[in-house]
């Protein structure tokens, strides 16, 4: 019964955008299955590629931070190398995410003599249901260090690899 009047209202507002011309998201509207309100899908942000890179994570932004480079389970993923913006295959972003926290982590305080960091940074921007969004950037050459701001890492050849394959 709920089913077929939540199909008879669909029509009907399907019929009367139809009629006065008006446009209908989707996206922004959760979609009922069996009388359960399911979460709209996560937009990848930014949409476009900054200038320069945000200031560190201060420790209250993203739950988890200070334990994984990336905490729970984003739904959405945005690489920006340069001002070249790549949206990951929401089927990739489990993945990556797996990767970058099983780096080895940098102890800290850590001081490093590195070489000379002459390859792209790749922002990471992770954008997760609640709206929230958290970036670890990942050095391509010098050090190769990975960071959410709170936790730093050594990337390994097979992180920058997958990541570059992704941009490329």
């Known amino acids: 019964m709920r089913l077929r009047v939540l199909r008879l209202i669909s029509i009907g507002a399907l019929v009367m955008t139809a009629c006065t011309g008006a446009v209908a998201s989707s996206a922004t509207s959760p979609v009922v299955i069996d009388g359960t309100p399911q979460a709209p899908p996560v937009s990848p942000a930014p949409a476009a590629c900054p200038h320069s890179l945000p200031n560190p ?3 209250h932004a993203r739950p988890g931070v200070a334990s994984e480079l990336v905490a729970a389970m984003p739904g959405a993923l945005v690489i920006c190398v340069t001002r070249t913006r790549t949206v990951v295959d929401p089927q990739q972003v489990p993945g990556i995410v797996r990767q ?11 001081i490093f003599a590195c070489p000379a960091n002459l390859g792209p940074t790749y922002a990471l921007f992770f954008d997760y249901a609640d709206g929230t969004r958290l970036l670890v950037t990942v050095d391509s050459s010098g050090c190769r260090f990975a960071t ?7 990337a390994d050849t097979r992180l920058l690899r997958t ?4 941009v490329a």
């Open 148 to 154: 959410n701001g709170r936790i730093t890492a050594s």
């Open 57 to 59: 994570l201060p420790r």
């Open 100 to 110: 970058l926290n099983r780096l080895e982590r940098v102890k800290s305080p850590h």
């Open 163 to 166: 990541i570059h394959r992704l």
